[in-house]
DNA sequence: GTCAATGCAAATCCTTTGCATTCGG
DNA sequence: CCGAATGCAAAGGATTTGCATTGAC
């Protein structure tokens, strides 16, 4: 495992970003700081980042990925019109208080995921949407 | 907007199961019981039941859509490494007893998404996730 | 008979893989 | 130097689009 400049520039990008970027975007952003970096990498570092628990990934319903520096204590409020990602704070939601209309977004709690492992993967180390070798 | 049978055969079977399909999982369905209907009209009709609040659909992190029936008073828990989906009660999860071991999964917040419109785009009609031509 | 709906083939677009090259330690 | 990391080009795979055909009403 090698330090480079396009690891670096990934990990602090989006350790300084709260706006949860595409990889795309990434590559954009490097590329109006003069960083050399190419779409291939960024997906790879992004998922060695997503492996080692440090990044997340958002995927809007048009099936565009976009990934956030994990900091916890929030959650991700999505519009499904125009992809705007909003940060809510953990302790607004988990109460009796929640409701439908929340934050100025219209939801639908069967739109509504909780991504993480089920009892029978928690112990799996590879996750075969990150690492395709363990399929 | 004329019946056919495909319309009848996505909706039926969407309202018959609980188990998340996949559109590739609908047709197969649809062999085994000699209803004749292409991968193509089955997103069709799907988008369309989504865009009238009938169906809503679910990507899991390898970005394959799964899609659901709308029966309200359920959200998704979605497991990140065998693709799992498994439907629990509104009033568990919206309460102080919510923690990040919940039903056998483990969460993390920063990776629970909730879909909706937000404030800009509650008034628009189409969404242009379901519907390209708004775009 | 009309025109909406279907379904094949092709296109699209995001993401991953193969492989030769580069460069960090 | 060695081998991990990069990045181009190509492949992969889910979903959508174009368009001729079919079939509902």
Redesign the pocket.
């Known amino acids: 495992?090698?330090?480079?400049?396009?690891?670096?520039f990934?990990f602090n990008n989006l350790k300084l970003r709260y706006d949860h970027p595409?990889?795309?975007q990434i590559v954009s952003d490097a590329k109006l700081k003069n960083?050399?970096?190419?779409?291939?990498?960024?997906?790879?570092?992004?998922?060695?980042l997503i492996k080692k628990g440090l990044v997340c990934?958002i995927?809007t319903k048009?099936?565009?990925?976009?990934y956030d520096f994990v900091r916890n204590n929030h959650v991700h409020l999505v519009c499904n019109n125009c992809g705007k990602i909003v940060d809510v704070n953990n302790e607004e939601v988990f109460s009796d208080k929640f409701n439908c209309n929340f934050h100025g977004f219209n939801l639908n709690t069967q739109d509504i995921a909780f991504f993480g492992k089920c009892e029978n993967c928690k112990t799996v180390t590879n996750n075969k949407?990150?690492?395709?070798?363990s399929?």
Do not use: F
């Not at 190419?38 to 997906?43: A, N, R």
């Not at 048009?62 to 976009?66: E, K, L, S, T, W």
């Not at 949407?129 to 070798?133: A, G, L, P």
């Open positions: 495992m090698r330090n480079t400049k396009q690891k670096d990934v595409t990889a795309y960083i050399e970096i190419g779409i291939t990498s960024v997906y790879r570092i992004l998922n060695d990934k995927i048009d099936n565009i990925a976009h949407y990150t690492n395709k070798s399929k």
